[in-house]
């Protein structure tokens, strides 16, 4: 016998990227997970950003929901398929529901989006009519949905859902309905505790094959489950990205200590990403804690009613993060001050395009509070035109006056009475150049601020350099800026946020520092922010 | 705790691989960098090798690839013992699933690799018998490919999940090239899909210079 060695390749060291100090950086349970540390790509889909938040409490009962790309799906740059929603439903309920689009059918994320949208409506309209006893007709709900996620024709999802009476009944329990089909597991936790309400027990445990909806055997599949909270307890529901954490005893310990009383917003989506070697799936986690204390602290939850049909809901916070291509990139939209105390939705919109080797950000916000829903539809427009116009050479000076005229055409086709005056709206357009510098064209309204940041300090762009174009459209105005961003530079774009709390930041803020800064504006407005660099 | 696709590969050894061990070997470098490159594979597969000739030894104890430096390549020896291949995997499948379960892990069905160019020459349904039991529960998906003068009815009964033999399109060397290319795809494919699905392996349907055996309608 001969012996043979085989000297193997040593593995490239491996990128430094993303959250890398402070309270920001996931916690680690177990070895590194070096899929969760790897750097994130684009989002394929905008309507679907990496990481969806809401949060906010209804009467006694705090909720929040937050659905996040794994790290597969992040490393690969796929779309997120989990989704997660919290809303309150007559003042009187909390609702929250999980989904996971189930990865080998295409699609997925479609199925989990609309499950979790028609169960937040179906349930509200149901709890609108008959009150409590909504509760009661949990299979002829689920009968519903899964009518509705038939119309999809192909994409699945497991379903898992959970409402919550907002205030005590004579007993001062707070009476819960929870129900599920599929391997998206419900968990109550109590004193320092999480106890298993609704748990999938796989048939083969070598296998990963779950129950999903639509499916033509519901009656086989749903479970339900009621109960009652006490002061102090939590409903849990999550996504087998977390799920499957649960069966060993360090992450239901994680999950018990960190969860069982509210956490601030920002450990949630930190906690919803803990890293363990091996477990790369989407991950999502609504959790509903019965707290009286909390009651009068904003902000708000969302009221389903709230929701119009059809497309992504607009969740109260939405996070991308990317490096890609010589660029990198954070990007985030959230509710300001009033929309949280009144408990309304967000109207500021934020969304990341790829267009081959372009990045494109559009990020629209009403800067009156008539302009309801002028941003949403900006943002739309704005989106239909670039989609529809050759992105051939933006840097162009043609391209973004172009685009902005025939947005503006087309928005007032829509809408005859549409005021673009109230609305702050900008489309930035970034392209690698070499040594890590950045090539960008930024079109910009009024009433944002677009800066240039750089060793701690930031000077807004009017200041620095005059604009390539300016165009005065009479109700409202656009400048044109066009140049080159060095490497230790950070293009900054924000609404309803400073930017020096990005300026100043000791390096590239994560996509979790990122949050930190938004969350911590406490400003009156709905908020938008962009930032961009060369990657390193 | 964490979630571990097992994959083994295991190899005939015989003298009549002799001008082929090169290829094979290099195939086996290749596997280690492209999974060495790709961290949510790397974080999630392991990979065993299992050489076999008169008697079957472990070349690579299940390991993570992304930690490994140096392996013991593949080397020609004598005849053609299935029985002994078959016996040692089950053996090994039991004492790695004992071990990464005792470490907390979530263990996916193992897949095994089986690549063979000659006629078995010792008798080895009993112990491939036990390698499928139903009743075991960490029974493999065997992939089998079959090379040189290999059988075709032998290697169709082997895989489980699906059998290939060279076709000569391609010279020798080249196939077992192809035949390695397909298992780290197979592992990388694999490793980014092992949730959800109710199928978890992928296999290419198409390896260059194998035609994949259909399975015989019942």
Known sequence: MTDRRLDLATPAPRAAWGDREGPWIPDTIGRTARAAEAAWK????????????????????????????????????????DAAIAVEAVGSWALAAVADGVGSVHDSRLASEEAVRVFARYMSRRIADSGERALTQGSGLFGEINRALGKLTGPKT?????????????????????????????YLISEGETHGLLIAEREDEFGTAT???????????????????LPGEALMLVSDGIGDLMASEGPQRYFADNWGLVPSPLD?????????????????????????????????????????????????????????RGLEVRAAAARGAV??????????????????????????????????????????????TADNRPLLDPFEDWWAPRVWTQALRSLSEKDPNFDSGAVAATILCVEPASDGMV??????????????????????????????HHHDYGEHELWIYSDRLAEDQTLLLTYGIDPACIAEADSRPGPLQTFDVVDRETGDDDQFMVAVWGAR | MEQVLPFYVVCDESYSMLDNI???????????TAVGSDPVVADKTRFGVIGFSDDAEILLELSDLSEVTQMQGLAVKGGTNYGAAFKLLRQTIDGDVAKLKQDGCRVYRPVAFFLSDGQPNYDWKTDYDALIDPTWKARPNIVAFGFGDVDHATIAD?????????DNSISPGAALHEFAGALTKSIVQSGTNMKDGEVNLQVPDEVPGFTQLKAEEL
């Open chain 1, 42 to 81: 684009p989002d394929p889909d905008p309507r679907f950003p990496d990481t969806v938040l809401d949060h906010g409490t209804v009467g006694d009962i705090t909720a929040m929901a937050c659905a996040a790309r794994g790290a597969k799906h992040r490393f690969e740059g796929t779309s997120r398929e």
């Open chain 2, 158 to 166: 082997i895989g489980t999940f699906k059998s290939f033999v060279a």
């Open chain 1, 339 to 384: 929309a949280a105390a009144e408990g309304r939705a967000r109207r500021s919109r934020v969304s990341l395009l790829e267009y081959g080797d372009r990045l494109v950000a559009i990020a629209t916000a009403p800067v009156r509070p008539d302009a309801a829903e002028a941003a949403d539809l900006w943002a739309r427009t704005f989106k239909e």
């Open chain 1, 211 to 229: 129950a999903a909806l639509p499916n033509h055997d519901i009656a086989n599949v749903f479970k339900q489950i009621r109960g009652e909270l």
């Open chain 1, 158 to 186: 497991t379903l898992t859902v959970a409402v919550v009476a907002a205030h005590p009944d004579g007993t001062g329990r707070y009476p819960f309905w929870a129900a599920s089909v599929g391997d998206s597991p419900a």
């Open chain 1, 439 to 468: 090539d960008y064209t930024l079109s910009h309204s009024a009433g944002l601020s677009a800066s240039i940041a750089g060793a701690g300090l930031h000077r807004e762009l009017a200041e620095l350099r005059s604009p390539e």
């Open chain 2, 22 to 32: 090169d290829a094979l070997n290099d195939g086996l470098r290749e596997l280690h």
């Open chain 1, 268 to 324: 949630l989506m930190r906690q919803v990403q803990v890293r363990s070697r091996g477990f790369d799936d989407d991950r999502s986690a609504a959790v509903l804690w019965a707290v009286p204390e909390n009651a009068d602290k904003a902000p708000s939850l969302r009221p389903s009613a709230a929701m119009k049909p059809g497309g992504p809901v607009v969740r109260d916070v939405e996070l991308s993060a990317a490096q890609t």
